[in-house]
């Protein structure tokens, strides 16, 4: 049986290699805290809007057509996110952020918003 030989190498990672990662990270990052502010101001409006609510749970295939459209859309993202330009993928999530909050604005009717604003 032959001895493990390898040493692993200790190396210095590159300041351009980190200052890219931290850039690139803080993107991520104001894109999720721009589409999370989108869902809570679209939850917030509508559960402030009896016409908006009436319309989306007194008929149950409208608050599941919803549901499944989010579902399609995320599937439909995911599959074509490397064909489709970058404003296309931009505009796609930020509609995804919206459908979002249209489904979960039920929340604000169960908790308060201090209460909601409190997880965060």
């Known amino acids: ?4 030989t ?3 190498q ?3 990672v590159s300041e351009q290699l980190v200052s890219t990662e931290r850039r690139v990270i803080s993107q991520v990052y104001t894109w999720m805290g721009l589409g999370l502010a989108l869902t809570a101001a679209v939850a917030y409006y509508t559960a402030g809007s009896e016409e ?3 319309f989306l749970f007194s008929n149950r295939f409208v608050f599941y057509g919803l549901m499944i459209a989010e579902l399609a859309l995320v599937i439909g993202i995911s599959w074509a996110i490397n064909r489709i330009p970058a404003a296309v993928a931009t505009a796609l999530f930020f ?3 919206a459908l979002n909050g249209l489904t979960l604005s039920a929340i604000f009717l169960i908790y308060s918003g201090a209460s909601i604003a409190g997880t965060f």
Not at 1 to 4: K, P
């Open 10 to 12: 200790t190396g210095e």
């Open 6 to 8: 390898f040493i692993p």
């Open 52 to 54: 908006i609510l009436g």
């Open 95 to 97: 509609v995804y952020a």
């Open 1 to 4: 049986m032959e001895r493990n």
